[in-house]
């Protein structure tokens, strides 16, 4: 009984949000890149240089440009990407860390434009190098790497250029890019993710598209579905052992009553996500989906060859992002906050600062659904609590109250492999160190075990330090889950 034996307890991060070296070793810049800071009200935005000079600058979510408008640095704004927490020149002493705390898996994204500056054919080797070396050093201390492709980035060239993923083109480009990365570390990286909550890719940001509207979303999506699939295609070619998986984030929902209406409505919300696992894991497009297409105008550019590419290129394995549940209704709620999503508020439940709903029931439920409906194994890839950490006078930081989410959320892991049989690799939890903030650009909402001193307008020294969590989850994973 318990978690399997190999179990991949670890912790999470993303390149645009922990590596920093933004301009170093030959990188290329991204959308990412071009992002702002921003603050618990006020969203982030996006810095672009309009075709007539104008600079606008525009919410990251949600913004629509004219197409033709450029990625512009205002250099009197802060982008907090470009330094992040600076994992670049970090990365031996967060490793060591890591070994310490005992971790077996570390998942991490690679930075497509410093593999591909442009993110078109050119490679850098510099930037295969320092990955290598990142993962050299993993396994010198016996952790797995997880490793997204792409985590919420896209080389700006092809934002500007090409209008990120509506253009085909960037397909071909991505696939280039995996085969590079693939062949560099097949002997050291096993589990790969295609791309980071592909739910959740939308406009400049994600998709690199300059409109946001449904029949751009939809044909950059089939690219990026085509994509994805091609990534397992390829990486089996190059390792028949690559373990090659998607990645959701799932924001369940429930019925605030027990209607009829209410329930349908909960449905119907679940399956807006959802369709990205039934898209990548049987193939095809749902007929759900297809009745959707007609009814709103959307049509898709295909070719021939795309149905074989997507049946084909259905993935090994299921991972998530889970950190709330939301409620919707026939009737007008309340609402609160929630991770790129708001929902309404439920009164059952307590949420943190950010509004985001605590609900460690909610995540057997999802354990359940993903793995009884796609029969696939599952992996927590994003699981956490984002709070304003205080350091007392000693230094010391005591935060209880992570460990008492995280406590709650791993006992319905257990419950979940324990009484329903469910199939789980591995739990990394959410930015194991303190990180930028992927919704707002903050320091202040951290997540980490490991604290680090910076401030939301990047200053501060880089220190890392130890907080009462990083103890805790030692002695968890040394009892490999048994004792919380
Ligand atoms: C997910 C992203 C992560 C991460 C996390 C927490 O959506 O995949 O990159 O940041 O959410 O969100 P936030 O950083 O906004 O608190």
């Known amino acids: 009984m318990g978690f399997r034996k190999d179990f991949l307890w670890g912790g999470a991060t993303a390149a645009n949000q922990y590596e920093g070296g933004c301009f170093e070793g030959g990188r290329g810049l991204a959308t990412s890149d071009i992002i702002t800071n921003g603050s618990h009200t006020v969203p982030r935005r996006i810095s672009v240089k309009n075709p007539d000079g104008t ?8 913004s629509e440009f004219e197409f033709g408008c450029k990625g512009y640095i205002d250099p009197d704004t802060y982008y907090p990407s470009h330094r992040a927490v600076d994992f670049y020149h970090h990365y031996e002493e967060d490793i060591a860390l890591m070994a ?10 690679i930075s497509w434009t410093r593999i591909c500056p442009k993110g078109t054919d050119e490679i850098n080797e510099e930037g295969l190098d320092f990955y290598e070396k990142v993962f050299l050093e993993c396994r010198k201390h016996n952790i797995e ?14 934002f500007e250029e090409m ?10 480009y991505f696939v280039t890019y995996c085969r590079a990365v693939y062949a560099r570390y097949k002997d050291l990286v096993k589990y790969w993710l295609t791309f980071n909550e592909i739910n959740f890719l939308n406009g400049a940001k994600n998709l690199g598209t300059h409109k946001i509207d449904d029949q751009t979303r939809f044909q950059a999506l089939h690219h990026v579905f085509l994509a994805s699939a091609l990534a397992v295609i390829e990486g089996h070619k190059i390792n028949p052992e690559f373990q090659i998986g998607m990645m959701m984030n799932y924001p369940l929902v429930y019925a605030d009553d027990c209607h009829p209406d209410s329930v349908m409505k909960a449905e119907l919300e679940n399956r807006k996500h959802t369709f990205f696992a039934d898209m990548q894991c049987f193939g095809y497009y749902p007929e759900y989906k297809l009745k959707e297409f007609v009814r709103k105008g959307i049509v ?15 993935v090994d394995f299921i991972s998530f992002s889970y950190y709330h549940t939301g409620v919707v209704s026939r009737n007008d709620i309340e609402t609160t906050g929630g991770n790129l999503v708001n929902h309404g508020k439920n009164k059952y439940l307590k949420a943190n600062a950010w509004g985001w709903q605590i609900d460690a029931v909610g995540l057997r439920n999802v354990l359940n659904r993903l793995y009884y409906n796609y029969r696939r194994p599952v992996m927590i890839v994003e699981n956490g609590l984002g709070s304003a950490d205080e350091v007392e006078a000693d230094g010391s930081i005591n935060d209880d109250y992570r460990i008492d989410y995280l406590r709650q959320h791993i006992e319905q892991m257990r419950l979940a492999v324990d009484e329903d049989g469910v199939d789980l690799l591995g739990y990394m939890p959410w930015g194991w160190i303190d990180l930028v903030s992927a919704g707002t650009g903050e320091m202040k909402k951290r997540y980490g075990f490991v604290y680090v001193d910076m401030d939301d307008l990047g200053n501060g020294t880089l220190k890392r330090s130890r907080k009462k969590s990083f103890w805790w989850y030692k002695h968890v994973i040394e009892t490999n889950g048994e004792e919380l």
């Not at 898709?300 to 259905?314: F, M, R, S, V, Y």
């Open 163 to 172: 209008d990120g993923w509506s253009d085909r083109r960037v397909v071909g």
């Open 55 to 62: 600079v606008e600058f525009k919410e990251s979510r949600g």
């Open 300 to 314: 898709l550019k295909t070719e021939p060859g795309d149905d074989a590419i997507l049946k084909e290129g259905t």
């Open 100 to 109: 310490e705390m005992g971790f077996r898996s570390f998942r991490m994204s």
């Open 145 to 158: 790497p997880v490793v997204t492709l792409c985590h919420f980035d896209v080389p700006l060239y092809l």
